[in-house]
Nanobody, 118 residues
């Protein structure tokens, strides 16, 4: 199994930066893609960015050019560098990992709050 713990959220002014971290434990050798999702109040959870074990990345249009996802496969860690933050980026950010352990599985972290003030 794989467990995920996020950190790095907080309160920042518009235009500022934050770096989120997600540390995986357990069978990190089984992890394929990792990603970040977010959920704002009253809205559905949406994809922010994903990265494969080979380093291929995918971003939501709303964050392209501002956010950068990266990962350390050896440590089972993924990061989300968020620059030029906007109030509409305010949400709970969740880390996700897709892995295979007798079957395809998904693991979610507990979430970390990001609040951007105008």
């Amino acid at each position: 199994q794989v467990q995920l713990v996020e950190s790095g959220g907080g309160l920042v002014q518009a235009g500022g930066s934050l770096r989120l971290s997600c540390a995986a434990s357990g069978r990190i050798d089984r992890i394929n893609a990792m990603g970040w999702y977010r959920q704002a109040p009253g809205k559905q959870r949406e994809l922010v960015a994903t990265i494969t074990s080979g380093g291929n990345t995918n971003y939501a249009d709303s964050v392209k050019g501002r956010f950068t996802i990266s990962r350390d496969n050896g440590k089972g860690t993924t990061y989300l560098q968020m620059n030029s933050l906007k109030p509409e980026d305010t949400a709970v950010y969740y880390c996700n990992a897709d892995y295979y352990y007798f079957a395809a599985r998904h693991s979610w972290g507990q979430g970390t709050q990001v609040t951007v003030s105008s």
